[in-house]
Structures are given as structure tokens and as C-alpha cells.
């Protein structure tokens, strides 16, 4: 079963300039999470999507930051302007439901630097 | 913020049990306890779940003390591929629960 799939790998972007991120869950999974990770620090959830709606976005800041997740499937992360305090490994999760006892599975992660 | 306590690091010899515990003491009680370890460079990977009875599959044992409110995580014959970090999350059985990720444990095995 092929896992979740991120790209780019790495970026590096000045601040003030724009980045998107890509994510391809696992087939058949509804549940789709976008995590910023600073380093250092465990992993913070960004935004939950079930299949194209949003569930929560309360730590999005938005001002900045946007996501969507056209037809249930692939998912876009953008900043627009980034900041330096952007740095960090951005992760996508995805579940087969959005329920608690449903495992999250992880990708390897995007990981941006901002100068 | 995270609901749990865990100590930065911890070391332990490859072939030995490796002991994680976590410290979780305000607990309610539709809520499980979580673990997951995160290798470098990789995302998290979830390892096992539990509420009050202890656990075990193939990765690990998780042993819940009776009033539930700590952990320990068990490793019983680490190999230098565990060396991670691990994640204790608690994590309540309804709705859109979320994980809350705390700092974790660094657990390093050596040879």
C-alpha cells in the first residue's frame, strides 16, 4: 500500500515570497491533516479536511496561510507572504475517517526554510 | 497544550528493554492514552493505543497504571532502528479528536 506522498522534499524561499505545498493521501482515506512542525518541537495541526470540507482550521493563521483540498483527494498548503518564523517541516496526515479511533498516517514531510 | 509529561531523553542498550513512561495525571475518563514515535527525517508513526487495560501488539506493551494517570511505553528488545523520538498524547474517544502532540522523548539506543 503505497503511503502518503509530499512534495517538494525541501524549499528554501526568501520572506515576503510565496510557497505551496502538495500532498497525496492514501487511497480511500476521507481524513486529510496539514501539521507544522518548528523545530524541536512535536508536530502542531494546522488544518483537518474531511474529504473536501473543512473540519478545523482554528490554528490556521489565515492571514497568511490557505489551504484546500480540491475533489477529496490531493490537498494545496500555501503561505503567501512567508515569514521567517515559517521555518519548519510541514507534514501531512491522512485517515480513513475522522473519528478518534482512527490511526493517522504520516508523510515524510516538506521541509521549508525561510531567509 | 499537550496533557502529558515525558523526559527529554533517555538511553538504552540494543537488545534491552527499553522502559518510556509518561505522565498524563489529569486524564478523564473517555480518554485514551496514544503513542507515536517519529524517526529522523520520517513523520510521526503511530505505535499503540490504550484506556485502562494494558495493551501489546508487534512494536510494543503499554502498561496503564490503575488510576490511569501514567504510562509506560515498552520496548522489549530495542535495536538501534528505534532510536526516535516518541510521543504520548491523550486523546478523548469522541468526535473530531485530534492529536496534541507534547515535546516527547528522545530515546537514543546504542550498541
Known amino acids: 500500500e503505497a503511503g502518503v506522498a509530499q512534495s517538494p522534499r525541501y524549499k528554501i524561499i526568501e520572506k515576503r515570497q510565496s510557497v505551496a505545498f502538495w500532498c497525496n493521501p492514501i487511497?480511500?482515506?476521507?481524513?486529510l491533516y496539514w501539521y507544522q512542525q518548528i523545530l524541536g518541537q512535536g508536530p502542531k495541526l494546522l488544518i483537518q479536511?474531511?474529504?473536501?470540507?473543512?473540519?478545523?482550521d482554528s490554528q490556521l493563521p489565515k492571514d497568511r496561510f490557505s489551504a484546500e483540498r480540491l475533489k477529496g483527494v490531493d490537498s494545496t498548503l500555501k503561505i503567501q507572504p512567508a515569514k521567517l518564523e515559517d521555518s519548519a517541516v510541514y507534514l501531512c496526515?491522512?485517515?480513513?475517517?475522522?473519528?478518534?479511533?482512527?490511526?493517522?498516517?504520516f508523510g515524510p514531510g516538506t521541509r521549508l526554510t525561510v531567509t | 497544550d499537550a496533557k502529558t509529561t515525558q523526559p527529554p531523553s533517555m538511553d538504552c542498550a540494543e537488545g534491552r528493554a527499553a522502559n518510556l513512561p509518561c505522565n498524563h495525571s489529569?486524564?478523564?475518563?473517555?480518554?485514551?492514552v496514544y503513542w507515536y514515535r517519529q524517526i529522523h527525517s520520517q513523520g510521526p508513526q503511530y505505535i499503540i493505543h490504550?484506556?485502562?487495560n494494558n495493551e501489546t501488539n508487534e512494536m510494543a506493551s503499554l502498561i496503564i497504571t490503575e488510576d490511569r494517570k501514567s504510562s509506560t511505553l515498552i520496548l522489549p528488545h530495542a535495536t538501534l532502528r528505534d532510536t526516535a523520538v516518541y510521543y504520548c498524547i491523550v486523546r478523548p474517544n469522541s468526535g473530531y479528536s485530534t492529536l496534541t502532540f507534547g515535546k516527547g522523548t528522545m530515546l537514543l539506543v546504542s550498541p
Open positions: 490504550g484506556l485502562k
Open positions: 496526515a491522512s485517515s480513513l475517517g475522522s473519528g478518534w479511533g482512527y490511526e493517522q498516517y
Open positions: 489529569t486524564i478523564s475518563g473517555n480518554e485514551y
Open positions: 487511497s480511500g482515506h476521507a481524513t
Open positions: 479536511f474531511q474529504n473536501n470540507g473543512v473540519v478545523d
